[in-house]
């Protein structure tokens, strides 16, 4: 499934680093050098994600955040600036960005936060839930990439969701067995490690991968 990302920096190598980046992660790139250009592009199509900086030829970036939440409720703004201090993160965070990224920043560090703000955007439908490439049926615990299809046992599911929404981040053993089993049903940490084994045999066919972080718990990567 391919994204659209609008990224609005008058930095070339900004943009030049972005782009690969995004491209990685499945979006088509559109470029605004200032408020003005980024404006128009706002009008005339839809994102997903805008990333947006503030310090712009013609302006504060920010004063783009009120046309992003009028033209769409599901479109998300990363802020990248120099202006890193607690007070300027909080003013872009209270005038509507998702995410507030100080320059300098790694790369490691943008993609997760990408990811942080695109798990917000699940598109749901009564029973199916659409997150990214993968539709699941949740009445049915069912999931389905292209033409594969699978009902999961209900543990299985629970541990697949809880993995999917925390995709690239490495899970311990306990934050699991919180979010997955009751309370009054605590597992043991060789209870967990026997159903992650069984939801890797469930997932078999699909473009998903669970590695196991030594002395930490595990990790979900998804490569759709």
């Known amino acids: 499934m391919k994204f659209r990302a609008l990224v609005v920096d008058d930095q070339p190598h ?11 992660e499945k979006y088509t790139v559109v470029h605004a050098a200032t408020v003005f250009q980024g404006e128009k592009k706002l009008r005339s199509g839809h994102y997903h994600v805008v990333i947006l900086d503030r310090n712009l030829p013609d302006g504060d970036g920010l004063g783009l955040l009120p046309l992003i939440a009028e033209t769409s409720q599901e479109t998300k703004t990363i802020v990248l600036s120099q202006h ?26 943008f993609v997760a936060r990408l990811h942080a703000v695109t798990r ?6 009564d029973d199916i839930v659409r997150f990214g490439g993968v539709t699941i049926y949740q009445n049915k615990h069912a999931i389905q990439w292209r033409s594969v299809r699978r009902r999961l046992p209900p543990l299985s599911f629970k541990l697949f969701l809880l993995f999917l929404r925390n995709k690239n981040i490495a899970l311990t053993r306990e934050q699991i067995a919180v979010k997955v089993w009751p309370l009054d049903k605590y597992p043991t940490s060789a209870s ?4 992650v084994r069984r939801l890797r045999k469930d997932l078999d066919g699909f473009p998903f991968k669970i590695i ?3 002395y930490v718990g595990y990790r979900f990567v998804d490569k759709t």
């Open 14 to 24: 900004i943009v030049s680093f972005l782009r690969p980046i995004l491209e990685r």
């Open 84 to 109: 890193g201090a607690v007070e300027h993160r909080v003013e872009g965070l209270d005038k509507g960005a998702d995410e507030y990224i100080p320059k300098p920043f790694s790369v490691e560090e």
């Open 120 to 125: 917000r955007n699940i598109i749901k439908n």
């Open 192 to 195: 967990i490690d026997v159903s």
């Open 212 to 214: 196991t972080e030594h």
